[in-house]
Nanobody, 115 residues
């Protein structure tokens, strides 16, 4: 059973930064494509960005130029660096791991951007 655990969420002022991390409990993490998603109150879950097993990243328009996804296969961890945060970025952020058509989700971490 693959388990994911997000961390690093919290309260930050507009214009600030946060770095989210997601640790995955699998010995074959390096073969998984990873994604970050978010869900704001009253809205559907939406894609933030993805990183392939080979390290290629792709971002939704909302985060381009502000968000960076990276992965550390040695520690089974994927990171989401978020800069220039805006109140509209307030949401629960979820990590997703996918391989062979099978996907796993973490429980999420709350990010609140407010002054």
């Amino acid at each position: 059973q693959v388990q994911l655990a997000e961390s690093g969420g919290g309260l930050v002022q507009p214009g600030g930064s946060l770095r989210l991390s997601c640790t995955v409990s699998t010995s074959i993490f390096r073969f998984h494509a990873m994604g970050w998603y978010r869900q704001a109150p009253g809205k559907q879950r939406e894609l933030v960005g993805t990183i392939t097993s080979g390290g290629t990243t792709n971002y939704a328009d909302s985060g381009k130029g502000r968000f960076t996804i990276s992965r550390d296969n040695g520690s089974n961890t994927v990171h989401l660096q978020m800069n220039s945060l805006e109140p509209e970025d307030t949401a629960v952020y979820y990590c997703n791991a996918g391989r062979g058509g099978i996907y796993h989700w973490g429980p999420g971490t709350q990010v609140t951007v407010s002054s």
